[in-house]
């Protein structure tokens, strides 16, 4: 998505947010994040090889004028040329669903306010309609640009999907490869664009750096624990919620 909007004809864009760190653009459909400093590397983000505030980002508002392509984000006086490139598709090692058991062994896939019952249901045998009305109660559930409920959601899709292709569950991978599109719409109608746009992300196997790295662990390439609580820090709650829907996606390929 996000190259695809970087590296084609300049297209209008409209300023969601701004701070000193941070500005968030809309774009049609998608959100891009403009970003500076130590934040968190997110799947649709423009990471500034800068300090916060020395690209002026606190300046930008509702009012700036925004083009997105040919190479660059330009935001008013600001321009941003995109110098390098990651892949927030995570790759991972071949695992076997018994590996993948043992390296699920106490991590939590419970919240304390967020009834994931539901979701665990559905994605245990892969009801479509039930994934659905699970996410209905989820989506929007919680303050902030990406609701608790949304990063648990958005944690245990990406995880069926990435963690499917790895332990070789074709069906797990289809299974979300269906239900992606019903589910993008759900969210465009029930939670903020930047979330929805994060959940489109996740449904194709991009997340989160660190997310990146727990599920990569949890494959057998890296520390399960440490990489956890690395993920468990992203935010005020959008880590634990994230690597909880991460578990909780995990399982359901091993019932």
């Not at 500005?23 to 970003?35: N, R």
């Not at 020395?54 to 009012?63: P, V």
């Not at 967020?114 to 249901?121: A, E, N, P, Q, Y």
């Not at 963690?163 to 992606?180: D, H, N, P, Y």
Request: hydrophobic share 45%; charged share 20%.
């Amino acid at each position: 998505m996000l190259s695809s909007l970087l590296n084609g004809t300049a297209t209008k864009a409209t300023v969601l947010g701004s701070s000193n760190s941070a500005v968030w653009l809309h774009v049609g459909e998608e959100v891009v994040v403009i970003s500076a400093g130590e934040g968190a590397r997110l799947p649709n983000s423009v990471h500034l090889a800068t300090e916060p505030g020395k690209q002026a980002l606190d300046r930008i508002d509702a009012k700036t004028e925004v083009l997105i392509g040919n190479g660059r984000v330009t935001m008013g006086t600001v321009t941003v040329t995109v110098n390098r490139w990651w892949d927030p598709r995570p790759s991972l090692s071949p695992v076997s669903v018994a590996e993948l058991a043992v390296n699920l062994e106490d991590l939590p896939s419970d919240l304390p306010e967020i009834d994931t019952s539901s979701l665990r249901r559905a994605l245990a045998v892969r009801s479509e309609g039930g994934l659905l009305h699970a996410s209905r109660s989820l989506l929007g559930r919680g303050p902030g640009l990406t609701p608790e409920g949304d990063d648990v959601l958005t944690g245990a899709v990406a995880a069926a999907r990435l963690l499917g292709e790895a332990t070789g569950q074709e069906k797990a991978v289809a299974f979300i490869g269906a239900i992606s599109e019903p589910l993008a719409r759900l969210a465009g109608s029930r939670t903020t664009a930047f979330s929805a746009a994060l959940l489109r992300m996740a449904l194709r196997g991009q997340v989160v750096e660190s997310a990146g790295n727990l599920l990569r662990a949890l494959a057998g390439r890296g520390n399960v624990a440490a990489n956890h609580i690395e993920l468990t820090r992203l935010g005020h709650t959008s880590g634990p919620a994230l690597a909880a829907g991460i578990v909780l996606g995990a399982e359901s390929l091993i019932q």
